[in-house]
């Protein structure tokens, strides 16, 4: 079955996942079930944010903007946004990459931008050059805004089955009817060169360790009595 690369690539997704690879929305449903306990926490963190971004967001831009302070930045075009940035060279013989930089159509030939749909340090860095605002490109998804109204609503306990009202319809799930196949479980170890034997050569029998019969027609003593 062949699937469009928009449902599973980070690459293709539009900027729509923001760099999130969890496709299964009972995953996602679960995880936020485990941490209701924490939701009263998480509330609090919002209504007392005092950053642009939520926290760990804000934290991440930082180091970001750290980053993009080691960058050179060449202008091409400044009236359609489009630049040069260089990285710089690493102690360990990497970096000295170039990048080019179209910052009205948002793009960055890192792809970091795109996939994650946060500037990556390429943008910050010709933000310090031309003087822009960094938060400007920073997705309303990231605001403290919508921080806070995420945790706006209320989580209720759920109440005993016997507290449930009835709903006009049955919910009936049986287990799938699969029956297990007899089938000799496979060795997950690595096979070498020993394990491998010649077709062409006699079987040798396991107790005896002679050729040219097997255990069940041996009649010659064991190795612990010769």
Not at 45 to 60: E, L, M, S
Not at 110 to 117: D, E, F, H, N, R
Not at 146 to 164: D, G, R
Request: proline content about 7%.
């Amino acid at each position: 079955m062949k699937f469009d690369a928009e449902k599973w690539t980070l690459l293709h997704d539009g900027g729509h996942r923001h760099g999130i690879m969890t496709t299964s929305i009972s995953e996602a449903l679960n995880s936020v079930l485990k941490k209701a306990r924490y939701f009263h926490q998480h509330r609090e963190g919002a209504k007392n944010c005092v950053h642009p971004f939520p926290t760990r967001i804000f934290d991440k831009f930082l180091g970001i903007e750290l980053k993009s302070r080691e960058h050179k930045v060449t202008t091409y075009n400044p009236r359609e946004g489009i630049y040069m940035v260089k990285s710089p060279i690493r102690v360990s013989g990497t970096g000295n990459n170039i990048y080019t930089l179209r910052l009205n159509n948002k793009f960055c030939s890192c792809g970091k931008w795109q996939t994650y749909t946060l500037p990556c340090s390429h943008v910050l860095a010709v933000c310090r050059e031309n003087g822009s605002r960094t938060d400007s490109y920073v997705p309303e998804l990231y605001s403290r805004q919508t921080y806070k109204k995420t945790y706006q609503a209320n989580f209720h306990p759920v109440l005993s089955e016997n507290f449930w009202r009835d709903v006009p319809f049955n919910l009936t799930f049986y287990p799938p009817n699969m029956k297990k196949e007899r089938v000799r479980k496979q060795s997950k170890r690595f096979q070498g060169e020993i394990d491998y034997r010649n077709p062409d050569s006699p079987p040798r029998c396991g107790r005896c360790r002679m050729s040219g019969h097997n255990r069940k027609n041996c009649n010659n003593p064991g190795p612990s009595n010769v």
